[in-house]
């Protein structure tokens, strides 16, 4: 039975889920230089263990109204083929295993979210998780949105 | 012809593939290199002697590792080299055409090689061009030519490699019934051209004492030992004969093993020695020694490519050996060519050294926290003994580090003579094809800068020197109408100002249509018909995407691609680039470029709650200006500066830097400048000077208008570094 691990977390009141493999690691909000000129939903940049990576902040990324920073914010450190970048998420919520049977196609209208970011909906008792479709988020975009 | 053999003769091609291409291109480079020297100077005996010998082991080579298509190429390239040096043929443009297509063919082949492909490259045509005319003549000549001993082989394929399989145990100049050849009276160096080296199968121990012997000037010599006929006990004649002569050298090989020597039925035996001693001294020394029949001494050829004929002996099987060439080459200083120069340098994968050098980046940013520590502990404890002792070692501390960054940065630095060395062929292409005759002047090749910065300045050149010979340069009767030389001049000159490099892309041609330039940019509608333009500010707009003002495109330039290409390339290195162009006398092109991109002097400032990083290279002084003393020109800020007007840019809304709430009465401005242009930075603070380590802002954000990279500063933030060059184009163009 095939099953995919997922690390889960909150943006607001949806749940979302990443593939574990794309996950580097989780880190407390560190200081973040802003970068002027860069894409509206890259917040700036920041260092890591002596590589300046850039941090993507999700909520502007998905057209969600921006939130204060709390004790459970975090960055995700992802890793997406050779780029390595941070998503800023609410919380971190839990590391979980889905069955693939479990997952459903994404709906044509999401959550009020673009359907490009979804892979699909898994459902884990209750819960509805979004699965993002990473290379989607990533996808070249952000080299093409200079505000200049 | 060759083609039938398509055996591959046993190698493991794969683990000697990576030493074959990097022999083969070095090959290749010096016939291309060699090629154009040739068209040039003319027929000269010593350059076709050196051309054939490149084609020659590129040959043998090739064929080792079974690539029989560039055996081919080069089999008949060295017929054609051949003709050459006989004199039997003239040496014309046409030929060099041919050869240096040749290259080309063999450039991408060993491409696909590399890529682990079938070479598919065609080559049959160009073989049958070059059999035409090698058969032009006498037909004669290359029989006698087979004095290498190449041709004699059947394929013509495996010469290098078949001589030295077919004689791993019998020395050919010691048998044939000349076995006293060489006695107390013989003439033994004279005797080169019988003589073939042996294989010695020398271990990398012994090939390092080879090259130490090469660079003191010893000899290195080959000695052919007979013993008499009735000799009894040959092993213990062998070992008194490397006895003695090991008082006068080092015995570094003898062939058989004196464990063999006893039971061997061969009289006779091979030492390879290197000794400061003249060879008639050596010769005493052996046959000083009882039942000695004869002596041959031979120096012994020792190319400067250990791995030169790529040869691997079967016999010895998994075992790989880098074997000497065998191609005959004369006695050490004998004026052969700078093949026998050792280079002393070894190749380090550069992903190792990027690492090293990441390292260095990452000491220079812990130290500089070291430092501060030590200056906030000084604080708290200005009297503590301990407190100035650290300081003190932080000093010291720093001092090594300096010196250790610079060895290091000087890894990266590669002469741009690399770089360079493609023109020539470019700019003769060229010339061939729009009929022009020019001449290219290349200087400053040895001036070195950073690994990366050559590995892209490659191309902008190329675009640069394109444009010069095809719109700088007129045709030679236009030149002679004008009263120049018919032959036009294209120069590429290299040099160090300060901290930056310059690199001049000169032509003597026609100059910039000026007026053409600035008729299109304001059809563009860039600049409006009524506004006074110095020349050189029109001059820039070529640097605007889509500019062209070339009537007709030829397929060399002027497709209206290119010359904003060049500008983003050199804009993204952190350089510049500045045209001086007069009509009728030419165009000069200056890029300044940073001379290294890792580790750079920056001066950090702050504006608003941000702080930016400015390469100290490019900044000039800084000021102390009053907000009334800014005056606005044409929508631009400007300040007096000793009487010149200093454009401004307020760094807050070039970035969009929230505002500090009350704008103080007097700010800072940074004046920047690379070449002739500066421009003033405003700014609320300095905060002074500091090492920086210039990081990529990584792929995700690719590359950002203004913005360099970004550093990480003591307290672990990071911090942007400002690109001097693009703001200051920005300005210019902007304007």
Not at chain 2, 459 to 477: F, K, Q, T, Y
Request: net charge negative; aromatic share 4%; proline share 5%.
């Amino acid at each position: 039975m095939a099953e995919e691990q997922l690390v889960t977390f909150s943006l607001g009141a949806e749940e979302f889920g990443m593939d574990i493999m794309r996950v580097q690691e989780i880190i407390r909000i560190p200081p973040i230089t802003r970068v002027p000129k860069a894409p509206r939903h890259v917040e700036g940049v920041t260092n890591l263990r002596g590589n300046v990576i850039p941090i993507v902040n999700l909520r502007v990324r998905f057209g969600l109204t921006p939130a204060e920073e709390t004790d459970l914010s975090r960055i995700i450190v992802l890793q997406a083929e050779k780029k390595v970048f941070g998503i800023r998420v609410d919380a971190v919520t839990e590391v979980l295993r889905l069955d693939t049977a479990a997952i459903e196609p994404p709906p044509p209208v999401a959550m009020g979210l673009d359907a490009q970011f979804i892979r699909g909906v898994g459902k884990v008792g209750e819960r509805l998780l979004i699965l993002l479709d990473l290379d989607q988020v990533m996808a070249g975009e952000t080299k093409y949105e200079f505000s200049a | 012809m060759d083609g039938d053999d398509r055996e591959n003769p046993g190698v493991d091609v794969a683990e000697f593939l990576d030493f074959y291409l990097l022999d083969s291109r070095e090959q290749i480079d010096r016939l291309g290199t060699g090629l154009l020297r040739l068209e040039k100077e003319g027929q000269d005996i010593n350059l076709v002697n050196d051309l054939f010998r490149s084609a020659h082991s590129l040959k043998g080579a090739s064929g080792t590792m079974g690539f029989l298509p560039i055996v081919a190429l080069t089999h008949a390239a060295e017929d054609l080299l051949d003709r050459l040096r006989q004199g039997a043929m003239e040496v014309t443009p046409g030929v060099v055409d041919v050869l240096l297509e040749v290259t080309d063919r063999i450039r991408t082949m060993l491409a696909q090689v590399e890529q682990r492909q079938e070479i598919r490259e065609e080559y049959e045509d160009l073989v049958g061009v070059m059999k035409g005319w090698a058969r032009g003549g006498s037909p004669s000549v290359r029989e006698e030519t087979g004095a290498g001993g190449v041709r004699n082989s059947p394929a013509g394929v495996h010469g290098a490699a078949d001589k030295s399989r077919s004689s791993p145990s019998e020395p050919e100049g010691g048998r044939e019934g000349g076995k006293v050849r060489a006695d107390s009276t013989g003439a033994v160096e004279a005797r080169e051209d019988n003589f073939v080296p042996r294989d010695f199968f020398l271990e990398a121990g012994d090939r390092d004492k080879v090259k130490e012997a090469q660079n003191k000037g010893y000899g290195i010599y080959q000695i052919d030992v007979t013993l008499a006929d009735d000799t009894l006990m040959k092993a213990v004649r062998a070992v008194v004969i490397m006895q003695r002569l090991e008082g006068i050298g080092t015995v570094l090989k003898i062939l058989p093993g004196i464990e063999e020597m006893d039971t061997a039925q061969d009289n006779h035996f091979c030492l390879l020695l290197i000794s400061p001693e003249p060879s008639e001294a050596i010769r005493e020394e052996i046959l000083g020694v009882s039942e000695v029949a004869a002596a041959e001494l031979h120096s012994y050829p020792t190319p400067s490519v250990l791995t030169g004929g790529a040869d691997v002996s079967q016999e010895h099987g998994a075992e790989s050996h880098y074997l000497y060439n065998n191609t005959p080459v004369s006695a050490p200083n004998a004026g052969v060519p700078a093949e026998n120069v050792p280079i002393h340098t070894i190749r380090v994968d550069t992903a190792r050294m990027d690492n090293l050098i990441n390292m260095v980046g990452e000491m220079v940013i812990t130290r500089t926290r070291l430092v501060q520590t030590g200056t906030d502990l000084k604080g708290c404890y200005p009297q503590e003994p301990l407190v100035s002792s650290l300081i003190e070692t932080n000093v010291y501390l720093g001092r090594l580090m300096n010196d250790l960054q610079e060895s290091v940065m000087r890894l990266r630095m590669v002469p741009i003579g690399t770089v360079f060395g493609r023109f020539p062929r470019l700019v003769r292409d060229l010339a061939r094809r729009t009929k022009k005759e020019i001449e290219l002047v290349v200087q400053g090749e040895d001036t070195e800068l950073d690994k990366t910065v050559v590995e892209a300045i490659g191309d902008p050149l190329m675009h640069l020197i394109r444009n010069a010979v095809d719109h700088g340069i007129e045709s030679p009767a236009e030149r002679r109408a004008a009263g120049k030389r018919a032959t036009g001049t294209v120069s590429l000159d290299a040099y160090h100002q300060g901290n930056h490099i310059a690199i001049v892309v000169a032509d003597d041609g026609c100059g910039l249509p000026l007026e053409k330039i600035r008729r299109k940019a304001v059809a563009e509608g860039w600049v409006s018909a009524r506004e006074g333009l110095s020349e050189r500010e029109i001059a820039q707009f070529i640097f605007r995407p889509g500019f062209s003002t070339a009537d007709t495109v030829t397929d060399i330039s002027g497709r209206g691609v290119g010359m904003d290409v060049v500008k983003k390339a050199l804009n993204s290195l952190g350089g510049t680039v500045d045209i001086d162009t007069r009509g009728g006398q030419g165009t000069t092109f200056t890029i300044r470029l940073p001379l290294t991109l890792a580790i750079i002097q920056a001066l950090l400032v702050e504006v608003g709650q941000e702080v930016y990083a400015i390469p100290l290279s490019s900044v000039l002084e800084t000021l102390l200006v009053a907000r009334g003393d800014m005056k606005t020109v044409g929508g631009r800020a400007m300040v007096q500066l000793r009487g010149n007007a200093l454009p401004l840019i307020f760094l807050e809304e070039e970035f969009d830097i929230p505002k500090t709430e009350k704008p103080p009465e007097e700010v800072f401005v940074v004046v920047v400048g690379l070449g002739d242009k500066a421009l003033g930075l405003v700014v609320d603070g300095l905060r002074g000077q500091q090492e920086i380590v210039i990081k990529s802002l990584g792929e995700v954000l690719g590359s950002l208008p203004g913005i360099a990279g970004a550093t990480i500063l003591g307290d672990g933030k990071v911090t942007l570094i400002l690109d001097i060059g693009s703001l200051l184009q920005d300005v210019v163009v902007r304007r």
